[in-house]
């Protein structure tokens, strides 16, 4: 089968020869119908963050349910589901409550399919467990393959900050890309925040208040900590949700924050910040979360259904996927890039 395979730093090829997998006990073999294409796997294509393993890409996938091992009784042939990305043991505490992108075990087990172990970038793909599955009914597998990630990650990290998102308060949301185009959505659909967004291209500011954004602020302007503390005022900002990560946006987050606000960083942009007493205004809080949980995706589940929000797609082939890593990698694609088969 066509998969297309991380094979070291830099080092992405298609390939047409790999063997169809056959599920055995708790397995479940998908059909995909589409896999996204996120800002990690750049880390892990030029950054080599997962050192010399090879494997195939993909860690926003979904498809259709093609073969269930021999214990498996809630899945059949031709159900549509997404698959949900960080694989835990499934026993720990946090497995148990549905968070297994916090499973205790994560250092042994690695991060999961298209992380270290084969994804979705392939024609079929094995799911280890019919656990990590979560039905999506009517909706297209190709249009809700990011909700796995581009829309759970942000949907997570924002939850955490809801009784803070009220209609008297600003959010400033940093990258409007795959996962910041979904966030300013799920901001608009869930709280009154007034809801900045900041974007280094005019084109993604203006895509930004298409989706809800009331301002917007191109964060290469020197001024921009200035500009959006005059449209805050004194109260000043009170999350910030960081979707690059790099030292100079969360240096920008530290100038725009207020007193008892948030300060999310969810980008792996390599940033550094050195913690000073007089460095953050007092109670602020600074998290650098990962992922979401899997109740997490069957709400986000329930956002699209109610097409609440909408992932903006750009559709292509698996073939074509280095070209769309270097479309990434200039800034260049719109919401979220899907592959198929
Ligand atoms: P993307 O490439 O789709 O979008 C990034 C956006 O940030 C682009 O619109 C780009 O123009 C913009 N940008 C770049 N530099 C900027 C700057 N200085 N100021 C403002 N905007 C800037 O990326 P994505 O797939 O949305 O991923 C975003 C980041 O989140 C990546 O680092 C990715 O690895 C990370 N990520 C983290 C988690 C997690 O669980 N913590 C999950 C998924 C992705
Ligand atoms: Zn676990």
Same mark, same amino acid.
């Given at each position: 089968?066509?998969?297309?395979?991380?094979?070291? !730093?830099?080092?992405?090829?298609?390939?047409? @020869?790999?063997?169809?997998?056959?599920?055995?006990?708790?397995?479940?073999?998908?059909?995909?119908?589409?896999?996204?294409?996120? !800002?990690?796997?750049?880390?892990?294509?030029?950054? $080599?963050?997962?050192?010399? /393993?090879?494997?195939?890409?993909?860690?926003?996938? &979904?498809?259709?349910?093609?073969?269930?091992?021999?214990?498996?009784?809630?899945?059949?042939?031709? @159900? &549509?589901?997404?698959?949900?990305?960080?694989?835990?043991?499934?026993?720990?505490?946090?497995?148990?409550?549905?968070?297994?992108?916090?499973?205790?075990?994560? +250092?042994? %087990?690695?991060?999961?399919?298209?992380?270290?172990?084969?994804?979705?970038?392939?024609?079929?793909? %094995?799911?280890?467990?019919?656990?990590? /599955?979560?039905?999506? !009914?009517?909706?297209?597998?190709?249009?809700?393959?990011?909700?796995?990630?581009?829309?759970?990650?942000?949907?997570?990290?924002?939850?955490? +900050? /809801?009784?803070?998102?009220?209609?008297?308060?600003?959010?400033?949301?940093?990258?409007?890309?795959?996962?910041?185009?979904?966030?300013?959505?799920?901001?608009?659909?869930?709280? $009154? &925040?007034?809801?900045?967004?900041?974007?280094?291209?005019? @084109?993604?500011?203006?895509?930004? #208040?298409?989706?809800? *954004? *009331?301002?917007?602020?191109?964060?290469?302007?020197?001024?921009?900590?200035?500009?959006?503390?005059?449209?805050?005022?004194?109260?000043?900002?009170?999350?910030?949700?960081?979707?690059?990560?790099?030292?100079?946006?969360?240096? %920008?987050?530290?100038?725009?924050?207020?007193?008892?606000?948030?300060?999310?960083?969810?980008?792996?942009?390599? $940033?550094?910040?050195?913690?000073?007493?007089?460095?953050?205004?007092?109670?602020?809080?600074? +998290?650098?979360?990962?992922?979401?949980?899997?109740?997490?995706?069957?709400?986000?589940?329930?956002?699209?259904?109610?097409? #609440?929000?909408?992932?903006?797609?750009?559709?292509?082939?698996? @073939?074509?996927?280095?070209?769309?890593?270097?479309?990434?990698?200039?800034?260049?694609?719109?919401?979220? *890039?899907?592959?198929?088969?």
């Amino acid at each position: 089968m066509k998969a297309v395979r991380y094979f070291g !730093h830099k080092d992405v090829r298609v390939v047409n @020869d790999l063997e169809k997998p056959t599920p055995k006990g708790d397995e479940v073999l998908l059909k995909i119908g589409g896999a996204g294409v996120c !800002h990690s796997d750049l880390h892990i294509i030029d950054e $080599g963050t997962v050192g010399d /393993l090879v494997f195939t890409l993909g860690h926003e996938n &979904a498809g259709w349910v093609e073969e269930v091992g021999d214990t498996v009784t809630d899945y059949k042939k031709g @159900d &549509a589901v997404l698959v949900y990305g960080p694989w835990g043991c499934g026993h720990c505490k946090p497995c148990q409550q549905s968070k297994e992108n916090y499973c205790n075990h994560q +250092s042994e %087990l690695g991060y999961g399919g298209g992380l270290g172990l084969d994804g979705g970038m392939s024609e079929y793909m %094995l799911v280890p467990s019919s656990r990590l /599955l979560v039905p999506i !009914h009517d909706l297209d597998p190709v249009i809700a393959a990011p909700l796995t990630d581009a829309a759970l990650t942000p949907y997570s990290a924002i939850k955490k +900050s /809801l009784p803070k998102l009220m209609p008297d308060e600003f959010v400033v949301v940093i990258g409007v890309g795959g996962l910041g185009h979904v966030a300013v959505q799920i901001l608009r659909e869930m709280t $009154g &925040a007034a809801i900045i967004a900041c974007d280094v291209t005019e @084109d993604k500011l203006e895509f930004a #208040k298409s989706l809800g *954004a *009331a301002y917007t602020v191109n964060s290469k302007d020197a001024d921009a900590a200035e500009q959006i503390l005059k449209i805050a005022g004194i109260q000043k900002v009170k999350v910030v949700l960081d979707f690059v990560g790099a030292t100079p946006t969360i240096e %920008l987050g530290t100038k725009i924050v207020s007193m008892d606000g948030d300060l999310t960083i969810v980008g792996l942009g390599g $940033g550094y910040y050195e913690y000073s007493m007089n460095g953050l205004p007092f109670g602020v809080s600074m +998290s650098n979360p990962y992922w979401g949980s899997r109740t997490e995706l069957m709400e986000v589940v329930g956002l699209a259904r109610q097409k #609440k929000i909408h992932i903006e797609i750009e559709q292509y082939k698996f @073939d074509q996927a280095n070209e769309v890593y270097d479309r990434m990698r200039q800034g260049k694609i719109k919401g979220r *890039a899907v592959l198929t088969p």
